[in-house]
C-alpha cells in the first residue's frame, strides 16, 4: 500500500457519477494500473483501493483499516 503523496490523489473520483455507475471498468483499471491506493478529495475524502489482493488486505486487518468514523 501507499502513503498520502500528491501520487495517491484522484480528486476527480466521482462514484455516484452516471457515466461510472455505467460502466466503471475502464477507472478502475486505470486506477490498478497507475495508482492503485488512492485518495480521493470528493465527500470530505476518502481512500479508494482497487487491487484485489490490497482489498482483502483492508478487510482482514481491522488493526491498520477501518470505516470508523467515516461516512
Do not use: K, L, Q
Amino acid at each position: 500500500m501507499t502513503s498520502d503523496s500528491a501520487s495517491t490523489r484522484t480528486p476527480d473520483f466521482d462514484p455516484i457519477d452516471p457515466d461510472f455507475i455505467a460502466d466503471p471498468y475502464p477507472v478502475y483499471a486505470r486506477m490498478r494500473e497507475s495508482c492503485p491506493v488512492a485518495r480521493a478529495e470528493r465527500f470530505g475524502g476518502y481512500w479508494v483501493i482497487s487491487r484485489y489482493a490490497d482489498v482483502r488486505e483492508a478487510a482482514r486487518n481491522t488493526e491498520v483499516f477501518s470505516s470508523h468514523g467515516g461516512i
